[in-house]
T-cell receptor, first 112, second 114 residues
Framework: AQTVTQSQPEMSVQEAETVTLSCTYD???????LFWYKQPPSRQMILVIRQEAYKQQNATENRFSVNFQKAAKSFSLKISDSQLGDTAMYFC?????????FGAGTRLTVKP | NAGVMQNPRHLVRRRGQEARLRCSPMKGHSHVYWYRQLPEEGLKFMVY????????ESGMPKERFSAEFPKEGPSILRIQQVVRGDSAAYFC????????????FGPGTRLTVL
């Protein structure tokens, strides 16, 4: 069975510092996509970053970057220069052609 | 403790028919959320329910869509008179406490409208 594990239910970081959220997954598929979603209190799911498994280069979107370790099945999210607006739940997700799985989420609090 | 269960996993309907999607939350969870994932798009929040109450339906289309979470039984997302644009994956999640606590997602129901 395909699973996604986020081992950190809650994290906090000081404003302007860097934080890394962990995600591991388990699959026997070779082609898949990985995502990080941000969910603010509005409950909307905002796509933060996306990584194709066949790409070795780590995806980057402004202050957000990932460390994709395919062999280790690890997909961590690094947030640089944390801002108060980054406070939210963050979900890691994994998708193949026929299936999509989510982690349980990490609640990130950015402190002023 | 079984995870969040959704059924059916795949549902095919013809235009004009009704679609009923079921979500059984994890044991002990009284909060349920429904999301829709359209092809090539991200997840969109639809509705948040507690037992017998709709808390937030700001993401639900005004027509044809309804949701319920009865005292007994699964949560139901109902789509009446389906159209091709309703084809999507619909995910349910549950949590123990209020929103922004850990949410556990189900495997989703893939609805195809012919």
């Amino acid at each position: 069975a395909q699973t996604v594990t986020q081992s950190q239910p809650e994290m906090s970081v000081q404003e302007a510092e860097t934080v890394t959220l962990s995600c591991t997954y388990d699959t026997s598929e070779s082609n898949y996509y990985l995502f990080w979603y941000k969910q603010p209190p509005s409950r909307q799911m905002i796509l933060v970053i996306r990584q194709e498994a066949y790409k070795q280069q780590n995806a980057t979107e402004n202050r957000f970057s990932v460390n994709f370790q395919k062999a280790a099945k690890s997909f961590s999210l690094k947030i640089s220069d944390s801002q108060l607006g980054d406070t939210a739940m963050y979900f890691c997700a994994f998708m193949t052609q026929s299936d999509m799985r989510f982690g349980a989420g990490t609640r990130l609090t950015v402190k002023p | 403790n079984a995870g969040v269960m959704q059924n059916p996993r795949h549902l095919v309907r013809r235009r004009g028919q009704e679609a009923r999607l079921r979500c059984s939350p994890m044991k002990g969870h009284s909060h349920v959320y429904w999301y829709r994932q359209l092809p090539e798009e991200g997840l969109k929040f639809m509705v948040y329910l507690q037992k017998e109450n709709i808390i937030d339906e700001s993401g639900m289309p005004k027509e044809r869509f309804s949701a319920e979470f009865p005292k007994e039984g699964p949560s139901i997302l109902r789509i009446q008179q389906v159209v091709r644009g309703d084809s999507a994956a619909y995910f349910c999640a549950s949590s123990v406490l209020a929103a922004n606590n850990e949410q556990f997602f189900g495997p989703g129901t893939r609805l195809t409208v012919l």
